[in-house]
């Protein structure tokens, strides 16, 4: 057996005070930060399952869009929504799920899945909804609440389409002040726009863009305000 000097015996001795003060601590450290690697590489591998799954249900929703299968759309969103709603494939689901229901004659169906999106969606996916769920909310007559879904902020890409869509409200209802002073606002976005060269990225950008402008001056023209 090893003989330790003086020195060295004094420092083991230490040592074994240390631990006996605080080895519990170490201990719990140590083990807490195992877990914690352990519990994220769990919330990991279970974040890319439920991904894959949600993937697979998305794939079955839209073959039933191009089969333009309402059924099966309605139950693979259903699905979509209700077990993977913290998914990608959730709000993107819920967006072709509302066109083909509205297709299909079911607005009430339709006006769910985009409240959903509205709810839980992010950025321009939810921007998005509001202004298809807005389109809705006119049909109904329902004008209040479709000018709530077009106020408060919305991203650069849709800006241009609320103040559209606030002229469409109004003219709904027969403001035609209102109504033109949202269809100049959106023209003056527009060109503001093409000043500071937004919206013109591509070909197809630039004639979505140029087409919008026409609508919005037919509407101008249809309520006897030409700009």
Same mark, same amino acid.
């Given at each position: 057996?090893?003989?330790?000097? @003086? ?17 519990? @601590? ?57 077990? /993977? ?16 229901? /509205? ?7 339709? !006006? ?18 509001? @202004? ?25 890409? /849709?800006?241009?389409? /609320? ?12 403001? !035609? ?51």
């Amino acid at each position: 057996m090893a003989t330790y000097d @003086l020195e060295e015996q004094e420092q083991i001795a230490e040592v074994k005070a240390w631990w006996k003060q605080y080895g519990n @601590l170490v201990t719990g450290v140590v083990t807490a930060a195992a877990i914690g690697v352990l519990g994220w590489q769990g919330w990991t591998y279970y974040q890319g399952s439920q991904a894959g799954k949600a993937s697979a249900v998305y794939g079955v929703l839209q073959r039933a869009v191009v089969d333009k299968d309402s059924q099966r759309v309605k139950t693979a969103s259903g699905e979509l929504l209700e077990k /993977f709603g913290g998914t990608a494939y959730a709000p993107l689901g819920a967006l072709s799920a509302a066109k083909v229901m /509205f297709d299909a004659g079911d607005a009430k169906t339709a !006006k769910l899945q985009l409240l959903w999106v509205v709810d839980n969606g992010k950025d321009g996916l939810r921007d998005l909804a509001r @202004l298809r769920l807005a389109a809705l909310l006119v049909d109904d007559k329902a004008y209040d609440e479709a000018l709530k879904q077009l106020d408060g902020d919305v991203g650069p890409a /849709f800006a241009v389409r /609320f103040l559209g869509s606030r002229g469409d409200v109004f003219s709904a209802q027969g403001k !035609k002040a209102e109504a033109k002073g949202a269809y100049l606002a959106a023209l003056a976005k527009l060109d503001d726009g093409d000043k500071t060269g937004q919206g013109k990225n591509t070909l197809q950008a630039t004639q979505v863009n140029a087409a919008y402008r026409e609508i919005l001056r037919l509407k101008l023209d249809a309520l006897g305000e030409s700009s």
